[in-house]
């Protein structure tokens, strides 16, 4: 009997124990959390919680457009405004982890794309005559359907250029394949030579900018643009030519209710001709100057223009002049030739300069209408007037 009261104490006292051992070792833990928390805090800068926003902003580094998502992600936070807009600690944290994360990241893929630059120009001054495949310099990043294919076909006959032949869709998606692949993907390339590709959904892919810049700042990014309602003509041509009858007419795509005064902007044959929206997102990343913007429809009626203005942004001697090119008049589109002694002329094949569909005025003076402020916003932001009406 004496036992087992013996047993029964010996028992419940080590049931205790655990309880206790396990009760401090719960609240070590939440202090250990605690306190690295404030050390985050007390490592950058912040004392207290009552640290404010525009303070808290203002000691991130630039991380292009993560800053302004940062933005929009704290105020919705639920954590973020206790009272007269001050962060909670959470909050700061959250903001912390997620900018420590950009940080990192931003870090190790800038690291591994320099050391890949940098073995780039190594190359460039030991190879001489041999070729290299390198990381482009030059990137043609839309407008999808406003003449990318024939601006990339044109300089491919500048002897110092080589340029990639299918789109690569490395920034947006193949990404996480590396930087390696995607030199791989790149044509060789002689130490004079410039290198350059083009992938159209470049421009309207959100993270895109920011993976450009970690690769290279000094990426020089051109841009086709286009009359926005011919723009969505063609691409939904485009469509057409791919799926035949299985596809919706163009009214009931682009309009809401088959109202032509709502316009369906989540059509992305409709987005992709908003320019303005497109380019905010490349500036918030890359200074306008480093953006060159072609004309579409002068680099059919003028592609000695354009292509001189082309090569004087990529650096390039003006080799390319109106002497290259030759109107074809049934297809009404420039072709191109080598030298301009030679008799044979490059013209891009049936898929480029296909007919387009004719759509009732009514649909054309709506597109007109809807595209005209945004045409008009995208003219001031680049300090060009393309005219479209
Ligand atoms: P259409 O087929 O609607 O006429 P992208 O190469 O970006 O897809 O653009 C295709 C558009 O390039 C064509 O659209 C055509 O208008 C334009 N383009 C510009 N120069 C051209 C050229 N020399 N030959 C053929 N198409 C050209």
């Not at 805090?41 to 991130?60: A, C, D, I, M």
């Not at 004309?295 to 390039?316: A, D, S, W």
């Amino acid at each position: 009997m004496r036992g087992l009261i013996l047993f029964r104490t010996f028992r419940n006292c080590r049931k205790k124990l655990w309880y206790h051992v396990l009760l401090i070792g719960c609240l070590l833990l939440v202090i250990s959390v605690l306190s690295f928390n404030s050390r985050v805090l007390l490592q950058n800068g912040f004392s207290s919680p009552s640290s404010s926003v525009e303070e808290f902003y203002s000691k991130l580094p630039d991380f292009g457009y993560h800053n302004r998502n940062l933005r929009n992600i704290l105020p919705y936070d639920g954590t973020h405004r206790r009272r007269n807009d001050q962060p909670t600690r959470k909050s700061l944290n959250k903001a912390y982890r997620l900018s420590d994360n950009w940080n990192m990241t931003l870090t190790s893929e800038s690291s591994q794309a320099k050391v890949l630059m940098e073995r780039d120009n190594e190359e460039l001054e030991e190879s001489g005559s041999v070729r290299k495949r390198r990381l482009p310099q030059a990137i043609i990043i839309g407008a999808k359907k406003s003449g990318t294919r024939a601006l990339l076909e044109f300089l491919r006959v500048h002897p110092d250029v080589q340029a990639t032949g299918p789109e690569p869709h490395f920034f947006d998606k193949h990404y996480h394949k590396g930087l390696e692949w995607y030199r791989n993907m790149m044509p060789g390339t002689l130490p004079h030579q410039l290198t350059i590709e083009k992938t159209p959904s470049y421009l309207i892919t959100k993270e895109v900018p920011s993976r450009v810049y970690r690769m290279s700042n000094l990426t020089k990014l051109v841009l086709v643009v286009r009359d926005p309602v011919t723009r969505a003509i063609s691409d939904y041509t485009q469509i057409l030519s791919k799926h035949g009858g299985k596809v919706k007419s163009f009214q009931s795509s682009a309009f809401l209710n088959n109202d032509t005064t709502k316009i369906n902007t989540s059509w992305i044959v409709i987005r992709i001709g908003l320019y303005v929206k497109h380019l905010e997102n490349w500036l918030s990343v890359f200074p306008l100057e480093q953006i060159h913007f072609v004309h579409g429809e002068n680099l059919v009626t003028n592609p000695g223009e354009e292509m001189r203005k082309v090569q004087e942004f990529l650096g390039l001697r003006p080799f390319l002049t109106e002497k290259h090119f030759f109107m074809n008049k049934t297809r009404g589109f420039p072709c191109i030739r080598k030298t301009i002694n030679s008799k044979r002329w490059h013209c891009l094949d049936e898929s480029k300069g296909r007919k387009h569909p004719t759509l009732p005025a009514k649909v054309i003076s709506s597109l007109r209408r809807f595209y005209r402020p945004y045409n008009a916003k995208f003219y001031k932001m680049t300090n060009i007037n393309f005219h479209w009406t």
